[in-house]
Structures are given as structure tokens and as C-alpha cells.
């Protein structure tokens, strides 16, 4: 039997000539580029060549037991941030910029083009109410902060083209690709991709939100901002209308009192309920504050990083970052942020790996980084056509592109709403509700089979509609449900 020693010898010698195979094949693809493209081609591929390394050195999972206590002020509650200066607040902008990571399509929802184009309310959508947001921010303060969009290759043509009725939008748009990097085949761990060309779009995909950092430097926008006298990035998924500007984290970051040294990184936490428990969450690992995602907890503590009462906040990937603390960590190489391995089965049946990274793991390259504990309403995605319906619906107001949570809702938190199979595609979602119910006094819902929704219903309390197999219900138009089950094959309800 070979000895420890020998057989670790054997795995980095391997992995060793993994990394030197993977180099030729990526110097292959750069020599495949178009004259003029060489040196960004370059660029890319040692990004990934990068990525690649880390990747066969990283250990899969963190050593559970290693995870020590988070140190005092390392998450603060929102509400102790100290108070902003009226007087301060025009300054305080124009270090400001807002960066929304636009790089996702709508197929989840059965949608074609980016995610940011689905209509959310009155037709306006993601990208409709962010502009609105940042105009009435730019018009309220007499300021011109930029509205920075991150797109990738599967969004960019698309978004450019819809930027173009924006034109006398008093925002400055400006848009970046993030990186295209090579698909790698599942057995041999070399790029599927033949040239750089883009005819064989399987072979290629953006690697995650993690990528901000260089793809941001890489495009110059970052030096540009720098010289503007820019200092702070404010960094958002497009689809989370909660990720709005918050002053009193701005004046944070700014100014940070007591003579501290400002933090060059804050990560917006909110408190778990069971509808978060698989979301990333802040720990202290080997003397740093590090994003610990559920892929890296071993099996067996699977359900104690579940739990509510260990951990009791996540990541909403609302980030604030030092611009000038951007420049250093890229520039000097210092990103080293855990690889999510995401596998893919391919049209063409062939597995492979996409190599990935999500921007909240940078928090741990950055000096006095923290977390903020903030409100749940700064945390409103739109992952799923149910929590669409939470934003169409009366629970939310909605005023120059921001949503508030309706003053008539007696209590804060939003019902959990669980819609079946039918309701996937936002086409067929729009289909079944002639109108969005009333939802002010609704704790949950669950719908699942064939289900419609007739105008003017209003539903409250708990309420389950359940169309056994080969049955329909349709809720009537008028309808009031109150803590009602509902099934098995109903036209008219009565009421």
C-alpha cells in the first residue's frame, strides 16, 4: 500500500500536469483569437488559468470544527448606525456607484433575454424601476450617480438595445461584459471549446458574480471612476427591488467614527426565517470573516448550518465596496475566493464543469470588513414566479421605482407563498390570475394543479387550493378565502 506521503506526492504531481495540459489548451484558444481580440483573449484565459489552479488546490469543504466565534462589532444592527448629516448628503453621493449585476437570464421563469426585462409592476420592469430609483436619488440631491450595469455575453446585446429608450433618462447608464470562460469536460477537465469564436455557445459561460472584481478593473471603468474621485461601489442582483441606495450605510462606509479605520467591505446580513435556510451566512474561519455557502459545509453538519438558532443571518449580496480597495486586491492578485464547482449536462450529452465564484466570498481579502444585520425588506428577489407575485400584488407600494411594504399590513413579514408546477413560466402565471389577488392579510399560500384566479380575490390567513390530477378549480371572481382548504374540482365557489 503506497504510504500518505506517497500517494499526496502522486495527486499533486497529477494535478500538476492537469494545470500544464490545461495551459497549452488555453494557449491554443488564445492563438484561435481575431486579430485585434489577442489581448483580451489573453487577459480572459489567464483569468481562468487562475480560477483553474485554485480550483485544484481548493479543499471542498472548510474543517467544521475550525469555525470560531465572530468577534464583537463584526455584524451591526442597522439601527445603531450613527445618523447622516442632511448637510453631508450631496458629498456623500458623488463618491458613490451603483453597480447591478445584470448578467442572468429569465429561463428559470420560462423567459427569453435578461431576467432584468420581466415586467414586475404597471409593465415597468426590473431595469424600468432601477432607473427610476436612481433618477429620483440623482434629481432629489442635484447629484449624478451612475447607474453601472454588469452584464454577460448571454445578456449584453440585449441590454444594449434597451438601453437606447433610456435616452433622455436623466441617468448615466454604463454597461461591461464579465468574463467568457471555457465550459471544461467532467472526465478530462480541459475547455470543450475548439477557438475563442463564438459559434458553439455551450463551450463558453460567465463564471458567477464573483468575477465583478476583475472583469469591473479589467474594463477600465474602474480606473475612470477613480479619477472622478468615485470611492465606493454599491453592488446589487437587478433583481432584488429591495437593493435600494441607503444613506445611513453610505455615511457608514464614509465616515466611520470613534477613529476607526473605515471598512473596506460591508456585506448586508438579514435575519434567516425557514424560507432562507440554505443562504450563505457570515462565520470566522482562520482569524477572518469568510461567506460560508452550503456547498462547503461537510455532510454531516448539513442541518446544523440550517439551523436558525446557530446561525441566524444571510447573505442578501447587497455589498458595498472600497473602489481604491478593489484596485489593490485585484491588482496585487489577493482575490482568493472559494470556487463553486456547478455541473452541467449538456444538450449534446456530454457533463461538464463551470468553474464559478460569488462576490460576498471577497469579504475575507478585505481590511476591517463587517456585516450590517439590515431590515428584510432590503431583500425582495425574484427567483421565482411566487415571489412575483408578492411584488404585483397591494402588499407592496410603489413610488418612483422603490417598493415599500403596504402601511395597511398589520404585521412586517411577507407570507410565504408556494405556487405549483402550472404557475412556473411567468407566460403561464400571467394566464391563470385574471387579476392579482389582495394580499394585505395573507400569511400562506399554497397552490397546486390546475388553478385559476378570477378578478377581485382577496385571500387571508392560510389558505391551500389543491386540483387533484385531471380536475380544475377556478376561484370566482369575487371570491374571499379566509384560512380555507380548497379541493378537488370546483367552477364556482361559493362565498
Known amino acids: 500500500m503506497p504510504t500518505n506521503q506517497s500517494s499526496e506526492e502522486w495527486k499533486s504531481s497529477t494535478k500538476r500536469e492537469t ?103 404597471n409593465d415597468l420592469t426590473f431595469l424600468d424601476l432601477t432607473m427610476q430609483q436612481i433618477q429620483q436619488l440623482n434629481r432629489t440631491y442635484n447629484v449624478d450617480v451612475p447607474l453601472v450595469l454588469m452584464n454577460s455575453f448571454n445578456t449584453d446585446d440585449d441590454t444594449q438595445k434597451l438601453l437606447k429608450k433610456y435616452a433622455n433618462v436623466k441617468v448615466s447608464v454604463i454597461s461591461f461584459c464579465q468574463s467568457r470562460y471555457p465550459r471544461i469536460n467532467k472526465e478530462t477537465l480541459m475547455p470543450i471549446a475548439k477557438d475563442m469564436g463564438t459559434a458553439d455557445m455551450e463551450a463558453w459561460y460567465p463564471p458567477g458574480h464573483g468575477n465583478f472584481y476583475e472583469a469591473f478593473a479589467n474594463s477600465g471603468l474602474l480606473d475612470k471612476f477613480l479619477e472622478q474621485g468615485k470611492e465606493y461601489c454599491f453592488l446589487s442582483n437587478i433583481d432584488n427591488m429591495g437593493a435600494t441606495v441607503d444613506l445611513n450605510i453610505l455615511n457608514f462606509v464614509l465616515n466611520s467614527s470613534g477613529g476607526q479605520e473605515p471598512p473596506e467591505f460591508v456585506m448586508e446580513v438579514t435575519d434567516k426565517t425557514r424560507a432562507d435556510v440554505k443562504g450563505g451566512t457570515l462565520i470566522q474561519y482562520e482569524d477572518k470573516l469568510m461567506l460560508l455557502e452550503i456547498a462547503q459545509v461537510p455532510k454531516d453538519y448539513v442541518d446544523e448550518f440550517k439551523s436558525i438558532s446557530k446561525f441566524r443571518i444571510f447573505n442578501t449580496n447587497n455589498l458595498w465596496a472600497s473602489l481604491g480597495a478593489i484596485r489593490r486586491v485585484v491588482s496585487n492578485n489577493e482575490l482568493d475566493m472559494e470556487v463553486i464547482v456547478n455541473p452541467k449536462h449538456l444538450d449534446r450529452g456530454m457533463d461538464v464543469i463551470q468553474l464559478e465564484t460569488a462576490a460576498g466570498a471577497a469579504i475575507k481579502n478585505f481590511k476591517n470588513s463587517c456585516g450590517i444585520n439590515v431590515p428584510r425588506s432590503r431583500f425582495l428577489p425574484v427567483k421565482k414566479t411566487s415571489d412575483l407575485l408578492l411584488l404585483m400584488s397591494n402588499l407592496y407600494d410603489i413610488d418612483n421605482g422603490s417598493l415599500t411594504l403596504s402601511s395597511e399590513r398589520s404585521f412586517p413579514t411577507t407570507p410565504l407563498v408556494k405556487l405549483g408546477s402550472s404557475f412556473d413560466k411567468v407566460k403561464d402565471y400571467l394566464a391563470r390570475f385574471q387579476g392579482i389577488p389582495d394580499l394585505i392579510e395573507l400569511d400562506h399560500l399554497t397552490v397546486s394543479g390546475d388553478v385559476w384566479f378570477g378578478r377581485d380575490v382577496s385571500l387571508k390567513g392560510t389558505v391551500i387550493i389543491i386540483a387533484n390530477h385531471g380536475d380544475r378549480i377556478d376561484v370566482a371572481p369575487g371570491t374571499i378565502l379566509e384560512n380555507k382548504i380548497v379541493s378537488g374540482n370546483l367552477r364556482i365557489l361559493d362565498h
Open 19 to 121: 494545470l500544464g495540459a490545461l495551459e497549452q489548451e488555453l494557449a491554443r484558444l488564445v492563438a484561435s483569437a481575431k486579430e485585434g481580440e489577442t489581448e483580451g483573449a489573453r487577459r480572459e484565459m489567464s483569468g481562468f488559468r487562475n480560477l483553474f489552479s485554485r480550483f485544484l488546490r481548493a479543499k471542498t469543504h472548510i474543517e467544521w470544527k475550525a469555525i470560531q466565534p465572530l468577534p464583537e462589532g463584526a455584524i451591526r444592527p442597522y439601527k445603531q448606525l450613527p445618523p447622516v448629516s442632511e448637510s453631508h448628503i450631496t458629498q456623500m453621493l458623488s463618491k458613490l456607484v451603483v453597480v447591478k449585476l445584470n448578467g442572468g437570464l429569465g429561463t428559470s421563469m420560462g423567459c427569453k433575454g435578461p431576467k432584468s426585462v420581466i415586467a414586475v409592476r
